[in-house]
């Protein structure tokens, strides 16, 4: 029993580590940053590999990235945040 | 492309910081995206677009204004030159090491012009004689 929970927990470790990755602030900080660094909502599609209707959603809340997509938007984000200090 | 055209803005395009490092005479815009990806120059890729953060720019380049308490203050324009042509020549120095490689060992998507005037390899090619010598003795 405990050498199976053993074993479990590294994958378990893993997922909370990519679930906590893939958190995004709220939509609307999600548009002030990128508007802040003056990205247009097509480069940012570009960089996300999805439509700039996609990103607009995100931006409104209408829909939310699945986890993939999720960890590459929160790496932008946090990368645009960090840099406009 | 002066310090007060940079300040107030959170980011640079690379041929804004290449015309701002270049001081009159830009640098090519090469060296500046070497440099990035040398992580000599901070920057952000978002899809095609590189953006380089301003601030850390300005204090790399306003890096010399920062002196001892008891130093008399220099005046600030020549602080932002001295430490332009710093940068600027560092930036070239890291040109010419990488045309130095290029020739060396031929970048084919640099083009094959460097790569054929370079005689190198002309030596590790000749073949060697047993007795070391040149067979005339």
């Known amino acids: 029993m405990s050498t199976r929970s053993a074993n479990l927990d590294p994958p378990a470790r893993e997922l909370a580590a990519e679930v906590a990755a893939a958190r995004l602030p709220s939509p609307a900080v999600r548009r002030r940053i990128r508007t ?5 909502l097509r480069e940012m599609a570009r960089h996300l590999d999805v439509t700039p209707m996609t990103v607009q959603r995100w931006e409104r ?25 | 492309m002066s310090v007060e055209s940079l300040r107030g803005r959170n980011f640079a395009s690379v041929r804004e910081v ?3 490092l270049g001081d009159g005479e830009p640098l090519d815009e090469r060296t500046v ?5 040398q992580g000599q120059i901070p920057a952000v890729k978002v899809g095609t677009k590189t953006l380089i953060p301003v601030a850390p720019l300005l204090a790399m380049i306003q890096a010399p204004d920062i002196a001892p308490a008891e130093a008399p203050p220099a005046p600030a324009v020549d602080a932002v030159s001295a430490a332009r042509e710093i940068l600027r020549g560092a930036l070239r120095a890291l040109d010419a090491l990488s045309g130095y490689h290029e020739r060396d060992h031929g970048d084919p998507s640099e083009g094959s012009a460097a790569g054929q005037s370079a005689p190198v390899g002309g030596l590790d090619v000749l073949p060697l004689r047993p007795n070391g010598g040149t067979g005339a003795a």
């Open chain 1, 36 to 40: 802040k660094a003056g990205i247009g």
């Open chain 1, 61 to 85: 809340g209408t829909s939310t990235p699945r986890r993939d997509r999720a960890i590459a938007y929160r790496r932008l984000l946090d990368e645009l945040s960090e840099a406009l200090g």
């Open chain 2, 18 to 20: 290449a015309e701002f």
């Open chain 2, 33 to 37: 995206r070497r440099a990035i990806e």
